[in-house]
């Protein structure tokens, strides 16, 4: 429903009612996302929907999420979905919910983001490990919705390095992060190659 009425243009005194209770949505939306975590059958029935909600009100901007802390809140709460042993169906659900999320910040919430660059940072690097990983152990599989994944962290990178100037500073946090994780998946493959 919340997503039906984002998507909807609302004439302005039902448009105002529902921004008041935006933050109180948000937090609800948060709290419920969290609990939900803790069953990993509700991941894909539960977490996906409201993270995908949470990038819908993300996508609205600065003007009508006023509170910045809104917006670290949802951040915050992506460190807590689990990318790891879940379903290889349910993976790129997961992945795209994260990614939505991810990408409505840093697209329209830069100041934000720019203040909250561990947070967004951490979330990113799990995006990047969880695609190294899946795609080291699934095999053939789940290829083909780990190439979609691949391509998403891909465009990521190019927007990070194209639009945010700021970023900059973090570019070699960004990069040894992936090289890291690189490693440490070649190490893993060469192991079990040599035994």
């Given at each position: 429903m919340i997503r039906l009425l984002l998507k909807c243009s609302l004439e302005e005194d039902k448009s105002t009612l529902f921004w008041s209770a935006a933050s109180q949505t948000i937090t609800s939306l948060v709290a419920l996302s969290i609990e939900a975590c803790k069953e990993h059958t509700l991941i894909s029935t539960v977490v996906v929907p409201v993270l995908h909600t949470m990038a819908l009100f993300l996508r609205q901007g600065e003007q009508f999420l006023i509170n910045p802390h809104h917006v670290t809140l949802s951040l915050s709460t992506l460190l807590t979905v689990p990318l790891e042993n879940v379903k290889t169906e349910d993976f790129y659900t997961v992945f795209l919910a994260i990614h939505e999320v991810l990408f409505s910040v840093l697209q329209c919430h830069p100041k934000v983001m720019l203040k909250s660059v561990p947070t967004f940072l951490s979330c990113f690097h799990r995006l990047v490990a969880s695609v190294l990983h899946e795609g080291q152990q699934?095999?053939?599989?789940?290829?083909?919705?780990?190439?979609?994944?691949?391509?998403?962290?891909?465009?990521?990178?190019?927007?990070?390095?194209?639009?945010?100037?700021?970023?900059?500073?973090?570019?070699?946090?960004?990069?040894?992060?992936?090289?890291?994780?690189?490693?440490?998946?070649?190490?893993?493959?060469?192991?079990?190659?040599?035994?």
């Open positions: 699934k095999g053939d599989k789940g290829i083909i919705n780990i190439q979609k994944c691949a391509k998403l962290v891909e465009r990521k990178y190019t927007f990070i390095a194209a639009k945010t100037e700021e970023f900059t500073v973090f570019s070699t946090f960004i990069i040894s992060q992936y090289i890291h994780e690189l490693q440490k998946v070649c190490f893993i493959f060469n192991y079990y190659d040599l035994r």
